[in-house]
């Protein structure tokens, strides 16, 4: 019973002594709301990110405009050696420079719509009948040889719309946050999925899909069909947006392409399923660049001041890309002006760290991630094979934010326990904003993952999910109007809460294991 009572004394001990450690310093969490809540200026990051810079598609001009212009406000807000930095070879830039298309008949309308990313223009204006292709198989593209040059073609595909009777907006219930809280770690290690039954019924048909439409896009090409008129995901006048062709160098030639809004392609779907005639008339210009086929990231920092921590690092960063058919306001300008608010506020109550802190802005996340992976494996060490550089060790922490507007609700810990109750204590000045949960959980898709595969503690945040999957998504409604100005100054204020923390800590962020190598993994 005594070594029982001395062991509980001395874990009791440590647990306490770990909490005092990271007990927020009132004064400085009150320095941080006041910058970060009453003299914020996210929204003004956010213009010009947006409306100013436009889309940001990965190695376009309106990413370099975005980038070139975040290098010179972190530069003046007193932020150092601030800079774009190389990741690798990414490819051809492209925007669209002209886009109209309208039905002429049985009636004029205008179509709502967008080029598919990296698709070439119709090099002038168009008008034709619109053509319907039927084809379920690479066999049945026969028919068609010889019948569609200068034609505008779609396919005979797409869904009836449902009724929408759930809102765009929403917010995480308190039950569901309970949840995540509750999670438990996973047990063993990820098994291997073998898709049998229906989901291997599922995949085959995908393939085939994938087949015919493969087929398809040669046969259009040389065919020289004008423009071929694509159903776009989405409704009530919101479609989602993708690219239609590769940005490689030496990508091969594919046909001009729209990705039409679902009211309109279905509207014209329903005439030629009837026999009716429908004519459509475009002009779409369409720009490739090429001359730098570079990725670049915008990197800054506010330097550490401690003789032993200086050399030291807390990153912080989200993708500065976008897709094309809007400004990307929440995908991801909103991440992006949510962490230059957060530097920016610690240098608004003159924080001198004892840590280095950077900030990262990736590029051409939405086409893998390249940005952020690029940047690991540059400084830090290769997840295929583990091998890993000596700056590895000296990063505490990587935090990312990517889902949208919706304010932070917590923190995914990525699988790392001993990091939770750090985190439960650096959130507690803020439970009064609505940011209370910590969960095991780990959470995809985004920036952070490209540090975790090393083996460096990456976490993204929990967000409440506003309109971003249901309206703004890689969608054309994703505009600054979507940004919920509150929200991104709560969330940038408990960002530069959690930096501040990381910076002053005694020891670096916890690690879990490190990761093996993607080769050994099942």
Partial sequence: MIKRFTITAMAFSLCFSAFAQDAPDAAIVEKIRKAGLDNSKVMDIAFNLTDVSGPRLSNSPGLKRAQDWAVKQLTEWGLKNAHLEAWGTF?????????????????????????????????????????????????????????????IVMMDQGVPLASGLKPDFSRYADSTLAQMAAAKPAAGAPRQRTATGPMADRIAQMMKVREVRAAMSAMLVEEKVALILTYARGGQGTFFTSNGASYALDAKPV?????????????????????????????????????????????????????????????????????????????????????????????AIDFKPKRTIRIALWSSEEQGLFGSRGYVAKHFGDPKTMVLTPDQKKISAYYNLDNGTGKIRGIYLQGNAAAGPIFQSWLSPFNDLGATTVTINNTGGTDHQAFDAVGIPGFQFIQDPADYNTRTHHSNMDTYDRLVEDDLKQSATIVASFVYNTSQRDAQIPRKELPATQAARP
Wanted: net charge neutral; proline share 6%; charged share 25%.
């Fill in 91 to 151: 490819g051809k830039g492209w925007q669209v420079d002209k886009y109209y298309a309208a039905t002429t008949a049985p009636f004029y309308h205008p179509i709502i719509a967008s080029p598919k990313a990296w698709t070439p223009g119709t090099n002038g204006p168009i008008k034709s009948e619109v053509v319907l292709i039927k084809a379920d198989s690479v066999a049945d593209l026969a028919k068609y040889k010889g019948k569609l040059a200068g034609k």
């Fill in 255 to 347: 046909s001009p392409e729209l990705e039409v809004a679902a009211e309109d392609f279905l509207h014209i779907l329903r005439l030629l399923r009837a026999g009716k005639p429908v004519e459509v008339e475009a002009d779409i210009k369409t720009s490739f660049y090429a001359q730098d086929p570079q990725g670049y990231n915008v990197i800054a920092e506010i330097p550490g001041t401690d003789k032993k921590l200086k050399d030291e690092v807390i990153m912080i960063g989200g993708h500065f890309d976008s897709w094309h058919a809007a400004t990307g306001a929440t995908d991801n300008a909103a991440g992006s002006a949510v962490m230059m608010e957060a530097m920016r506020i610690l240098k």
